[in-house]
């Protein structure tokens, strides 16, 4: 028999396993005043070893025995190249029948899928070949990480996580879960979660911030597909419970710009946030004394701040705010599914809404103007009025009596058909219009606005009555109370000295 010394050439066969991840368990969801606590357990960090077994055998196939010193290296080729991180010593190896196990203290950045050898070195004798590392079957999956969809996915009926991840870090950009895709296929997601729970809690994506920092999110989600159906975020159940979310997100930060959920599309026809369900597509909820919830802001020419669609309410929101929306249109709501159907309900103990800017109310069937709530001060009807040429704001008008329904300019003192003024003089609109360009123009019936005056028999001062005067057009002070009855068109508002003619502010009570 050869000795040990003898040995020339020997035979390795070898097991590698590489251990890739952590398990993790959850004890049931416990849910207090519409919050979730999801407590987290993770087992020890992953250690950077390997385990390797191998077989050892003389030129003769005889299997060695007794304590052996052994060298490992690293290769990143299989008979040249460089090596990889530096030997490790392994003295006195118990081998029985040949067959060894040895742990291997490798460093961790070598296995990012490229192929690596090991070096064998017995009783100072190097081996060849070297041998190629090969992953168990499950690691092949870890190797196609940046190129595929990745699910934490779990099928049961009490509280457990597909996947759950934990961050502590106590400042700069730190994330529980971070998702990006950049893939220019359908169907791109940067994070997708998906449970199927027969009951109880069930949520498609979790995410909880406790920052008290600015810009921190429970869920950030990002997506840069180039075409087909992309998401930043993108949650789904099937659950049938009532606490079933495809997107739930919670932030309890005490200070600073804080969503709870956050979303945001760049897209010309994208939507910030998609939420279709079979009850409630979206509901959001601040318990912030000043928070809002919702807050939707749209840019573009064609942009929409809220849109939303429900077989009963388009959107129904609660909060010292119900609803804020900004945009070319800030809130759009749709009533479908029968007459009696209602886009919007507001519903507010000082204001059921409060509405910034002009206020437009449409005809239901034909989309026609009918009621324009605006800045002005007068209450105003749109006529149409006859006779030749342009006629001024400011113009006092008197009924048409060859033309049933419209006005004409006045033209004769104490004119008991007096109307109205043409409004809009010296830029005061009207802070009500009815038939909104539906007529040639907007007369004012009642409030305050500018109107053309004659003083050229009588000076005018605040709260002299009117009537109309033989100038086209113009109001007069009244001077015959006895033929002033019914021809009444206001007070004045403003001096116009004796001999002089212009607008003045005038309140109209028609009398």
């Known amino acids: 028999m050869r000795t040990r010394r003898e040995m020339t050439v020997v035979m390795v066969t070898a097991l590698m396993a590489l251990v890739l991840v952590a398990g993790s368990s959850v004890a049931g969801p416990p849910v207090q005043d519409g919050q979730v606590s999801l407590p987290i357990t993770l087992a020890g960090t992953v250690a950077s070893k390997i385990s390797y077994q191998g077989r050892l055998t003389d030129v003769s196939g005889n299997p060695l025995e007794g304590s052996h010193n052994l060298v490992f290296q690293?290769?990143?080729?299989?008979?040249?190249?460089?090596?990889?991180?530096?030997n490790i010593v392994k003295t006195n190896v118990p081998m029985s029948s040949g067959l060894f196990t040895v742990e291997l203290d490798v460093p961790q950045a070598a296995f990012n899928g490229q192929a690596?050898?090991?070096?064998?070195?017995?009783?100072?004798?190097w081996l060849s070949p070297r041998q190629e590392l090969l992953p168990v079957p499950y690691a092949l999956y870890a190797v196609n990480v940046p190129q595929h969809d990745h699910f934490g996915q779990t099928w049961s009926g009490s509280?457990?996580?597909?996947?759950?991840?934990?961050?502590?870090?106590s400042s700069g950009l730190t994330s529980g879960l971070h998702g990006q895709s950049d893939s220019s296929s359908d169907w791109a997601r940067g994070v997708y979660g998906y449970t199927s729970a027969a009951s109880g809690l069930t949520i498609g994506v979790y995410g909880e911030t406790e920052s008290s920092s600015d810009q921190s999110r429970g869920v950030f989600g990002r997506a840069r597909g180039l075409s087909g159906a992309t998401y930043g975020v993108y949650g789904r159940t099937d659950s049938s419970s009532n606490n079933a979310?495809?997107?739930?997100?919670?932030?309890?930060a005490i200070?600073?710009?804080?969503?709870?959920?956050?979303?945001?599309?760049?897209?010309?026809?994208?939507?910030?946030?998609l939420f279709v369900a079979h009850r409630t597509g979206m509901r959001a909820q601040s318990v912030a004394l000043s928070g809002t919830g919702v807050h939707a802001v749209a840019g573009g020419s064609n942009g929409t701040g809220v849109y939303a669609e429900g077989g009963a309410y388009g959107v129904h929101a609660e909060g010292s705010t119900g609803v804020y929306g900004q945009g070319i249109l800030g809130v759009r709501a749709i009533g479908t599914g029968s007459a009696n159907s209602i886009g919007l309900e507001a519903t507010g103990e000082k204001y059921a809404a409060i509405f910034r800017g002009t206020v437009l109310v449409q005809e239901f069937s034909?989309?026609?103007?009918?009621?324009?709530?605006?800045?002005?001060?007068?209450?105003?009807?749109?006529?149409?009025?006859?006779?030749?040429?342009?006629?001024?704001?400011?113009?006092?008008?008197?009924?048409?009596?060859?033309?049933?329904?419209?006005?004409?300019?006045?033209?004769?003192?104490?004119d008991l058909k007096v109307a109205?003024?043409?409004?809009?003089?010296?830029?005061?609109?009207?802070?009500?219009?009815?038939?909104?360009?539906?007529?040639?123009?907007?007369?004012?019936?009642?409030?305050?606005?500018?109107?053309?005056?004659?003083?050229?028999?009588a000076g005018v001062e605040p709260g002299d009555l009117l009537t109309t005067s033989a100038t086209p057009g113009y109001a007069m002070k009244v001077t015959d109370f006895d033929r002033a009855q019914g021809a009444i068109l206001g007070k004045a508002m403003e001096r116009l000295a004796k001999g002089e003619r212009g607008l003045i502010l005038v309140l109209v009570t028609l009398q």
């Open 116 to 125: 690596l050898w090991l070096r064998i070195q017995v009783d100072g004798q």
């Open 159 to 169: 509280a457990v996580s597909g996947l759950q991840v934990l961050n502590t870090a």
């Open 255 to 273: 200070s600073g710009t804080t969503y709870g959920v956050y979303g945001r599309s760049d897209s010309d026809d994208g939507y910030g946030g």
């Open 420 to 457: 109205g003024i043409v409004a809009g003089a010296r830029g005061l609109g009207s802070g009500v219009r009815l038939g909104v360009d539906q007529y040639d123009y907007d007369v004012a019936l009642a409030g305050r606005v500018y109107c053309y005056v004659d003083a050229s028999e």
């Open 245 to 252: 979310a495809g997107v739930y997100g919670y932030t309890s």
């Open 74 to 86: 690293l290769w990143d080729d299989a008979t040249a190249g460089n090596q990889v991180g530096s």
């Open 366 to 414: 034909t989309g026609a103007n009918v009621i324009e709530l605006g800045e002005g001060l007068d209450y105003a009807e749109g006529f149409d009025v006859s006779g030749q040429g342009e006629v001024e704001p400011g113009t006092v008008l008197v009924i048409d009596l060859d033309n049933p329904g419209t006005l004409s300019v006045s033209d004769r003192p104490y």
